[in-house]
């Protein structure tokens, strides 16, 4: 068994998802070379620019591939993964790539998998522990099966490494696809509406109160959600008034949530609310009434006007996420 880790670049059309590198960061956990794979149509110039935080790149070309799907990836990925036997294939948790494509690898390679890892190790086998329980408990799962293994990691839990300075070796590699064995095709992709996410299944909840001041303001919280990628949700007035559907209210007579992250804009703080987001992992408030009563839940808060915040804040986190 060699000691490659190969760590699946994501990319859209060649647009770069800089949260794949950190994936370098799991393969040194695992002692491993990390080993950048780099798939799609005409790679070249991405594989090239991840070669200064790797071990080495493995690009792999082909104009079938310039799309994502699990079909075509895996017949670039597949056989090369046999014929090499990496330690392992590491793929980030993404709803873009990864969480279709890694299923497809561990069972086309005839192994197991275990999915969104906070961390890897090896421990008389490979070891990934994930939180579970809406990440009240951590599980330990190794994997049974020898050979190499597949993994998904979840976004943020490892550190990119230092970029050494130097471009790794780029191998190129010739590969053929057969595009009529691909069974997904692509169509677009489309600006989703915010307002469309479930909000019992969101991560991040941006929460707008009667404290917004007008349905139009509402076209600033939902560009804030969308800049940090959250779902909007509302209080009671906003669906009352007929600004937001009744789907998207939080509280004792509309529904329950638990997001890592509550964001509660120009929210009071009445008890019919606070039942249905409370138990939140972070909330963080802002209001301009100090003595706001959603302050006594707030891990955060901010005292201040929302409207005067509310756009720099979102232009802050737009330039950071560049
Ligand atoms: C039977 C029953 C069931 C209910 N069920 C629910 C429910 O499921 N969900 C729910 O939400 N409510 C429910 N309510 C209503 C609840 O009691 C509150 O009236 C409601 O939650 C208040 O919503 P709010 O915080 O958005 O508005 P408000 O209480 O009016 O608070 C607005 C807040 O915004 C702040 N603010 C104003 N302007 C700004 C600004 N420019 N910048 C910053 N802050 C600002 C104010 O200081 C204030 O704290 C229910 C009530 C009853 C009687």
């Not at 550190?159 to 053929?176: C, D, K, Y």
């Not at 139009?216 to 800049?227: F, G, I, S, Y």
């Amino acid at each position: 068994m060699s000691r490659e880790v190969w760590c699946i670049v994501e990319h859209r059309r060649g647009q770069l998802d800089a949260d794949s590198l950190q994936l370098f960061g799991a393969a040194r956990r695992l002692d491993g070379e990390a080993v950048a794979v780099v798939c799609g149509d005409e790679v070249e110039e991405l594989a090239e620019r991840v070669s200064g935080q790797c071990d080495r790149v493995i690009s792999l070309s082909n104009s079938a591939l310039a799309s994502f799907t699990p079909d075509g990836y895996a017949q670039a990925i597949v056989p090369l993964a046999l014929e090499r036997q990496p330690a392992a294939i590491l793929a980030l948790h993404s709803h873009f790539l990864g969480r279709d494509l890694a299923p497809v690898l561990a069972s086309r390679i005839g192994t197991g998998l275990i999915s969104d890892c906070i961390d890897v190790e090896w421990r008389t086998g490979f070891v990934g522990k994930r939180l579970v329980y809406r990440r009240k408990l951590i599980a330990t799962q190794r994997s049974i099966e020898p050979g190499v293994q597949v993994a998904t990691c979840q976004r943020g839990a490892f550190v990119v490494p230092e970029s050494t300075g130097l471009g790794a070796e780029v191998e190129v590699l010739p590969i053929e696809i057969d595009a009529a064995a691909i069974r997904w095709e692509v169509g677009a992709f489309d600006e989703a509406e915010v307002v469309a996410g479930d909000i019992t299944e969101a991560d991040v909840i941006v929460a707008a109160g009667r404290g917004v001041g007008s349905k139009e303001n509402l076209d600033l919280v939902q560009r804030l959600a969308k800049a940090i990628g959250g779902t909007l949700a509302a209080s009671r007035p906003l669906v009352d008034h007929g600004w937001l559907p009744r789907g998207l209210q939080v509280g004792s007579s509309g529904k329950t949530v638990r997001p890592r992250l509550y964001l509660a804009l120009g929210i009071s703080g009445a008890i019919q609310h606070v039942v249905g987001m409370r138990d939140s992992d972070v909330i963080v408030a802002i209001n301009k009434d100090p003595r706001a009563p959603i302050f006594e839940y707030a891990d955060y808060g901010v005292v201040a006007d929302l409207m005067e915040i509310i756009g720099p804040l979102t232009d802050e986190v737009e330039a950071l996420q560049g």
